[in-house]
């Protein structure tokens, strides 16, 4: 029986594009939030962590230490959301964590 290895923190993710980070922002949203009830919820790069999916700042926090876990020290959260102002934080897509990401894998 042959097994294939899990991506880790030091293995590069195939197809860093965005479509590919985009299913593992919404596999960790799966994961690590289920109580919020996201089955049936179409996840875009469009859509917005606070308005569109009611994420509390705990819910980013844990979110994002999901996603630590599975790019490692190749994406640094703290400092990209200590870039942005707290209205960016509010109004924070999808897509602007995706396109952080990839842009990080490359």
């Known amino acids: 029986m042959t097994t294939t290895p899990t991506p880790d923190a030091t293995?590069?993710?195939?197809?860093?594009?965005?479509?590919?980070?985009?299913?593992?922002?919404?596999?960790?949203?799966?994961?690590?939030?289920?109580?919020?009830?996201?089955?049936?919820?179409?996840?875009?790069?469009d859509t917005r962590f606070v308005e569109d999916l009611d994420l509390e700042s705990i819910d980013l926090v844990t979110l994002t230490g999901e996603l630590g876990h599975r790019y490692g020290d190749r994406v640094d959260f703290p400092a990209f959301f200590a870039s942005l102002e707290l209205s960016e934080i509010i109004g924070l897509s999808v897509g602007h964590v995706v396109r952080h990401i990839a842009g990080c894998q490359g």
């Open 11 to 45: 293995t590069p993710l195939p197809g860093a594009g965005e479509n590919a980070v985009l299913a593992e922002v919404t596999e960790a949203l799966h994961a690590v939030l289920p109580e919020i009830g996201l089955e049936g919820t179409a996840i875009t790069m």
